[in-house]
């Protein structure tokens, strides 16, 4: 009924920096500061992404480096002691690697990012193979959206649809990511609908409506 939600691929950054897993523990520091990345997809053969090498991943060696006569009784976790080991992205790394589709919608994204309390995802194709990264400020870059351009959303993909003829009575209009919906209605029970509807529209930060019920000159408030 309504517009498709915007894709991974549609915010994500295609020119992605990533090692192999020989990847030795200077040029990953290096890199991740000529990229100023947090983290890099650890890929092998033509690009198959098999982990992730994060800060977290790299910080047990600094911690070691502090004391090293103590620094392995301070390092609690035994995948630390090994990290704080390692001197390769492939010992380093954070496998299996929490991955993406670049067709996945936005809100899939979200949902893994918060789900695996991760900054940015690997974005990968059916085959696995990297094809880019999204990160959190990418997915928030729907809300830098045209307003007009969520209203003619709106009108087209929800109002014409949803409210029967003259759809033209409703009026929508978007301020700052706010979608007001005002007019004359016959089923105010379509409300509660309309308003998950324009609440799933990208970009769109708040409903609201200012509908009367509209059935033989009857009128009366509207609202979800």
Do not use: N
Request: glycine share 8%.
């Amino acid at each position: 009924m309504y517009g498709t939600p915007h894709i991974v691929s549609d915010v994500m950054t295609h020119t992605v920096a990533a090692v192999g897993r020989r990847a030795p523990f200077k040029e990953i520091v290096q890199m991740m500061q000529d990229w100023q990345v947090s983290a890099l997809p650890v890929v092998e053969g033509e690009g198959r992404v098999v982990g992730v090498v994060s800060e977290a991943d790299l910080l047990p060696k600094e911690e070691l480096r502090d004391d090293p006569a103590t620094g392995f009784l301070r390092l609690r976790r035994p995948v630390d002691v090994a990290k704080a080991g390692a001197l390769t992205a492939g010992d380093l790394m954070s496998c299996p690697a929490v991955t993406v589709r670049a067709g996945a919608t936005l809100a899939e994204a979200a949902r893994t990012m918060a789900r695996e309390r991760v900054k940015r995802l690997p974005v990968v194709d059916g085959a696995g193979m990297l094809a880019g990264v999204v990160s959190r400020a990418d997915l928030l870059k729907v809300f830098l959206r045209d307003d007009e351009d969520i209203a003619e959303e709106v009108r087209r993909e929800i109002v014409s649809y949803l409210f029967t003829p003259p759809a033209s009575a409703i009026r929508v209009e978007v301020h700052d990511g706010v979608a007001t919906l005002t007019g004359r209605i016959r089923d105010t029970a379509l409300v509660p609908v309309a308003a998950r509807l324009v609440r799933a529209v990208e970009g769109v930060v708040d409903v609201q409506f200012d509908l009367a019920h509209d059935d033989h000159g009857m009128r009366g408030a509207g609202r979800p």
